[in-house]
Each structure stands twice: as structure tokens, then as C-alpha cells.
């Protein structure tokens, strides 16, 4: 008996059988890849939300830094403030004492004026 032989040097029937391998390797091949795509897309999916949750996180500290340099300058200027109406209160005490010493004076100068008037 002799066995026929194709051109690839393989028996008759052969070639169908390497064929059917390759295929059955080949639709393997990518359904692993198809398995790995699916596992990098919910990889990227989970990166993706991660990263707008920093992002959200990022954003909120920025606010809150900007809101603390914002009190910090609403402090300053509320000390300022505090210092100046000190410094006011002080200069009002110091003249109302002025004004009544001053309106001293003055009682006592015309009841002066009034006894010189009056012994003339």
C-alpha cells in the first residue's frame, strides 16, 4: 500500500488536520487576547475613575488652601482693624480729657474774671 502524499511532503487528509489545528490555535489565540482586552478595559475603567476622584480630591484642596489664604488676609485685615480703632479710642479718651480739662480752665478763668470784675 502506498499513502499519497500532498505538496507539503505531509500524507493526504493531513493538510485538513494541521489546517484545523491552526484554526483551533488561532480562535485560542484570540480569545486569550479578547480575555486580555476585556481585563485591560476594566483595568482603564478603574484607572479612569481613580484618577477623577484625585482629581476631585486635588480640586477640594485647592479650594481649601484658597479658602484658608482667604481667612488668613480676613484675619490680618481684622487685626488691622482692631489696631486702628484702638488707636482711635485712645486719641477720643485722650481728647475728651482735653475737653474737659480745657472747660476746667475756662470755669475757673471767668469766675477769676468775674471776682477782678467784681473788686473793681
Not at 6 to 32: E, I, Y
Not at 53 to 74: H, I, K, N, S, T
Not at 104 to 117: P, S
Request: with cysteine; charged share 30%.
Amino acid at each position: 500500500m502506498h499513502i499519497i502524499e500532498n505538496a507539503a511532503g505531509l500524507p493526504a487528509g493531513a493538510g485538513a488536520t494541521v489546517a484545523q489545528n491552526s484554526a483551533d490555535a488561532t480562535s485560542a489565540s484570540v480569545a486569550a487576547l479578547r480575555e486580555q482586552l476585556a481585563e485591560l478595559q476594566a483595568s482603564l475603567a478603574e484607572s479612569v475613575a481613580d484618577n477623577a476622584m484625585m482629581g476631585r480630591v486635588f480640586d477640594a484642596d485647592d479650594r481649601l488652601e484658597a479658602a484658608m489664604a482667604d481667612a488668613c488676609r480676613q484675619r490680618a485685615l481684622a487685626e488691622n482693624a482692631e489696631r486702628t480703632l484702638a488707636a482711635r479710642s485712645g486719641e477720643f479718651i485722650e481728647r475728651a480729657r482735653a475737653v474737659v480739662y480745657w472747660k476746667n480752665r475756662a470755669a475757673k478763668a471767668e469766675k477769676e474774671l468775674a471776682k477782678r470784675k467784681a473788686a473793681v
